[in-house]
């Protein structure tokens, strides 16, 4: 069995930023691939464990704890920036004229450019994490603990939105879909929240307490992480349904992130699954491995989300940048993990 990460470093973040996908660690992990299957590792410069990653087009920016933000137009070499906090950054997003970073001690900071960041006053409460950031329809969205969800225009004026739960709010994510365009949050006790506009928000039935750590779209199906490597399915955000088969790894998977027509999820012991883009039940055939260390088994899922196969993804510890893309002005959404 092998796995991208010979460290073993858990990963907290994985983003598809339009050419590939970025995943970020302990350590200072920060592992790219093209299309899912063969990972590079690249050295950060920094030992902090990075949890989250944006894109603009022509710039990542990857934040994680004591304030690191890191900044590079290829995803290969990286460049430290000062933040103005020792706060620890939970996410990132791109918001088509600034990053936002949201994070601990009710954190966000802007920046128009990835270089120079300034500290936001986000009304919210020191002893409160913010723990995930959207950008769509004009409008910034954070949701953290408690319940918490602000909004912002413009990333420096923020409003408190009422979310009718006091449980930790984990995931986010925006859809534009035919049943109708929406956010969705995840959290705490089985906690689903929708909203058209994010300031109005309604309470969802998952069908489970359990906690959900992280949640994605395809452009036809949701899926929510559960505990246990166990996954929820939606075609609208509305009506849930457990899948029939859990991932099948050894470590807990706590990311989610839709790219290339796949969903990858990452988590602990450096594990990274992903789901065939293909629209068959045919699981993808394995790739063949280097084998660095023992570790859990990269998993591969069926187009419908609901089994997911064990099967080795190749890991290559040279510096490849990713390949170039002409989408400059789309944002990536940022689904991280909060340790």
């Known amino acids: 069995m092998a796995k991208p990460d010979p460290a073993g470093n858990a990963l907290g973040g994985v983003v598809w930023a339009g050419n590939g996908f970025v995943a970020t660690g302990e350590r200072g992990t920060i592992l790219t691939s093209p299309e899912g299957s063969r990972w590079s590792i690249h050295p950060s410069g920094t030992t902090s464990t990075l949890r989250g990653a944006a894109w603009n087009g022509s710039l990542f920016v990857v934040v994680g704890d004591n304030g690191t933000i890191l900044t590079s137009p290829d995803a290969v070499a990286w460049t430290a920036r000062t933040s103005g906090t020792t706060a620890t950054f939970r996410d990132v997003t791109w918001g088509g004229s600034a990053f936002v970073a949201a994070g601990d001690k009710g954190t966000i900071c802007t920046s128009p450019d990835g270089v120079t960041w300034t500290t936001r006053n986000s009304g919210v409460s020191v002893l409160r994490s913010l723990r995930r950031v959207v950008w769509a329809r004009d409008l910034f969205v954070v949701v953290g603990d408690s319940g918490t969800i602000r909004t912002s225009a413009n990333g420096v004026t923020w409003t408190a939105r009422t979310s009718g739960t006091s449980n930790a709010l984990m995931g986010l994510t925006w859809a534009e879909s035919q049943a109708g365009d929406r956010f969705l949050a995840v959290g705490q006790n089985g906690t689903i ?9 309604t309470a969802q039935a998952s069908g ?3 906690m959900l750590y992280g949640i994605a779209w395809s452009g036809s199906l949701f899926v929510a992480l559960g505990p246990n490597g166990y996954t929820f399915g939606s075609p609208d955000g509305m009506t849930w349904t457990p899948r029939a088969n859990r991932i099948t790894a050894t470590s807990s998977i706590f990311v989610i992130a839709w790219g290339n027509h796949q969903f990858v999820v990452v988590g602990t012991a450096g594990a990274i699954h992903r789901k065939a883009p293909t629209r068959t039940r045919k699981p993808w055939s394995p790739s063949t491995p280097e084998r660095p260390k023992a570790a859990s088994p990269p998993c591969r899922i069926r187009p419908d ?11 290559t510890p040279a510096a490849a940048a990713l390949p170039a893309t002409t989408s400059s002005s789309r944002p990536i959404a940022s689904i991280t993990a909060s340790g």
């Open 208 to 210: 489970t307490t359990g």
């Open 193 to 201: 929240l929708a909203s058209e506009d994010g300031v109005t928000w």
């Open 305 to 315: 989300g609901r089994s997911w196969f064990p099967g080795p993804a190749r890991m």
